[in-house]
């Protein structure tokens, strides 16, 4: 079993930047591809970033591309997502995600069998 806890979502402007962070229980963490999805009010909850298993490969959604950055400390048990330029349009609640062990990092929510409780991202113009 792995458990997510969130943190580090808020209020911000337009252009701020924000870190979140999602701490994980559990001594197979290292071998766990993570990722951070997010859902906006009334839209479908979609990936936002990812990073494999060994932290060599990461993927994201094209409109975060430049902006954000996702890693992991496989030390302290954490990923993380650094959120640069914020937009309105990245307002969402963010969850933090992790595969079973040895899985393949993917982009559908469907290939993540741990989620976290999610952290609220509010950005205003």
């Known amino acids: 079993q792995v458990q997510l806890v969130e943190s580090g979502g808020g209020l911000v402007q337009a252009g701020d930047s924000l870190r979140l962070s999602c701490s994980a229980s559990?001594?197979?963490?290292?071998?766990?591809?993570l990722g951070w999805f997010r859902q906006a009010p009334g839209k479908e909850r979609e990936f936002v970033a990812g990073?494999?298993?060994?932290?060599?490969?990461?993927d994201y959604l094209d409109s975060v591309k430049g902006r954000f950055t996702v890693s992991r400390d496989n030390t302290n048990n954490t990923v993380y997502l650094q959120m640069n330029s914020l937009k309105p349009e990245d307002t969402a609640v963010y969850y933090c995600?992790?595969?079973?062990?040895?899985?393949?990092?993917?982009?559908?929510?469907?290939?993540?069998?741990?989620w976290g409780q999610g952290t609220q991202v509010t950005v205003s113009s």
């Open positions: 995600v992790a595969t079973n062990p040895f899985s393949s990092l993917k982009r559908s929510a469907s290939g993540y069998a741990y």
């Open positions: 559990g001594r197979t963490f290292s071998s766990r591809a």
């Open positions: 990073i494999t298993w060994s932290g060599k490969t990461t």
